[in-house]
């Protein structure tokens, strides 16, 4: 899952960062909204994390373009405390939660997951594929009842494969979904996830559909 933050406080924005990490999303962070416009059109994001205090341009100013371009990215909207006005304005505006600053840092990984949840019209926080069992929140797979050892990419890209079962995903759009701006990617690296992946999970739970991409078919 790749994330957008938008956040012009430094320190915010590190602790955001380095904690949605730490939960296994990739996370670009810009700081000011000139920049994210730009960012997202050219990333692929699963969702914003969206300021609305920004020099210049505001949050909201961004948030109003970006639905009124049709965007649907989910947007979580971080406010100051005091600013009730701000949030009320952002929900309005169309944005999809918001979190009041300062904030938990857990709480921000529950939020970012339920609306990630949302998003793909899943109901339960689990995601259930065959005898394969993931659940987001505590990172824990389970095969057929056993415990699974996953890396955190070879469980993000399982989850980003399961959205959409019967999807094909390309190598570059799951090399987005893996890692932020700034990593060294090797150009291998997809194709190791998955070499290893079905090792743990058996060699036919992800298909490669040649010179596509990759796909875990709809019934396994
Ligand atoms: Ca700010």
Do not use: C
Not at 22 to 42: M, N, T
Not at 78 to 92: S, W
């Amino acid at each position: 899952m790749r994330l957008l933050l938008v956040e012009d406080d430094p320190m915010i924005g590190e602790s955001v960062r380095r904690g949605l990490r730490r939960e296994g999303f990739a996370v670009d962070w810009v700081a000011d909204a000139e920049s994210a416009g730009p960012a997202l059109e050219a990333g692929t994001y699963d969702l914003l994390l969206l300021d609305l205090g920004l020099p210049r341009k505001s949050g909201l100013d961004l948030l109003r373009e970006l639905r009124a371009g049709g965007a649907g990215i989910p947007v979580l909207v971080l406010t100051a405390r005091d600013a009730v006005g701000d949030r009320v304005l952002g929900l309005d505006s169309g944005a999809d939660d918001y979190l009041v600053k300062p904030f938990d840092l857990d709480e921000l990984g529950a939020r970012v997951r339920a609306l990630l949840r949302r998003q793909t019209g899943r109901v339960q926080p689990e995601i259930h594929h065959g005898g394969l069992v993931l659940n987001p929140a505590t990172h824990q797979a389970r095969l057929r009842g056993q415990d699974l050892v996953l890396s955190a990419r070879e469980f993000a890209l399982l989850v980003a494969l399961l959205e959409r079962p019967g999807a094909v995903l390309s190598r570059a759009r799951l090399e987005e979904r893996l890692y932020g701006w700034g990593k060294e990617v090797e150009s291998n690296a997809v194709e190791v996830h998955v070499h290893n992946l079905r090792r743990k999970l058996g060699t036919s739970f992800i298909r490669t559909v040649r010179g596509v991409g990759y796909m875990v078919p709809k019934s396994p």
